[in-house]
């Protein structure tokens, strides 16, 4: 059936919730849009006049585009090459959603993404509907074909599991930029002491290449480990400058709501590595580095402006 304007509006006003959504159920972007694409078509083929809440029958049908989807990707992710780690969002990218409250910007954030891996395709559903944007269960019952009962029993055992990962400290952009710069001249002084002191002992460091760039399978654990690695990580090298096709430029920047250092070559993104910060100190360093999670990255940081960077490699 062909939709009138008002019903390409009523999807169009409704689009940026719905890819807010999906990128925190999906953790990719390119995944979120082609999930919100696939439901502007079930809009466009359904009797559009009958549907009495628009707003519930697009969440309901996105939702459930996103649950087979995780499905499928649990599979895939088995063959992924390395570990595998969402697709970061810089800050100002608009399908990172709402960020009034504690629990929205801590549901977007990088580690709470890498934490609902261990969610199943359910439980992420619920954990993000009802945290992120405040579905009555009632609601979250009706989307999911459950009970509102089993809404409110899966949403405690969620957020148990969520929980049960170190609680990060709610910071603002001035303040993770500081401690991204605080990070980084601790890293380049030559003095090991001066970065585990920022981390926490039992801190890690993962990175995800996904076979297109290097990037070690197992974590670095313990601050003396990861202490080393960022420090030679960042230490200059013509190898270095051969894999990425340039010199890399360092910032201080944040994505996904926290501090992050982004690298970047002649303007195109080729890491991100977010910061997961306690009230202890630096507890995980998330290297996000294979170029298909970076593209949208990339645009974002076209369009921003991001000044000159903290140091050249």
């Known amino acids: 059936m062909a939709l009138i304007a008002g019903d390409v509006d009523r999807f169009e006003s409704a689009r940026p ?12 972007a390119d995944e979120a849009q ?7 078509l079930r809009w466009q083929a359904a009797d559009v006049g009958g549907i009495e809440v628009p707003e519930a029958w697009l969440t309901k049908v996105l939702t459930n585009l996103c649950l087979n989807q995780l499905t499928s990707a649990r599979a895939r992710r088995e063959t992924y090459v390395g570990r595998w780690l969402p697709e970061p969002l810089l800050a100002g990218d608009p399908m990172l959603g709402p960020a009034d409250t504690v629990e929205q910007r801590e549901s977007v954030s990088y580690a709470v993404l890498t934490l609902m891996e261990r969610l199943s395709p359910n439980e992420r559903a619920v954990y993000v509907l009802r945290e992120a944007f405040d579905y009555p269960h009632r609601e979250i019952a009706e989307i999911l074909d459950i009970t509102e009962a089993a809404s409110q029993q899966i949403f405690h055992r969620a957020r148990k599991h969520v929980a049960d990962g170190r609680a990060r400290a709610d910071i603002d952009e001035a303040a993770a ?35 297109k760039v290097p990037a070690r399978t197992r974590a670095f654990e ?7 690695f960022v420090r030679g990580m960042l230490r200059p090298a013509e190898a270095k400058r051969a894999i990425v096709g340039g010199s890399p430029e360092i910032y201080a920047w944040t994505a996904n709501g926290e501090p992050a250092v982004v690298v970047a070559v002649e303007g195109r993104v080729v ?43």
């Open 17 to 28: 919730r719905l890819q807010a959504i999906a990128y925190r159920l999906l953790g990719s």
């Open 34 to 40: 082609d999930a919100v694409q696939e439901t502007f």
């Open 177 to 211: 930029r500081r401690i991204v710069e605080e990070f980084l001249a601790a890293a380049t002084s030559g003095q090991t002491d001066e970065l585990v002191r920022l981390l926490t002992r039992d801190a890690i460091s993962v990175g995800d290449g996904g076979g």
């Open 222 to 228: 313990g601050a003396a480990a990861v202490a080393k």
């Open 271 to 313: 890491a991100v590595m977010c910061l997961e910060v306690t009230p202890e100190g630096i507890t995980a360093c998330r290297t996000q580095a294979n170029p298909d999670k970076l593209e949208r990255a990339t645009a974002q940081w076209a369009a921003a402006d991001h000044g000159e960077p903290l140091f050249v490699m």
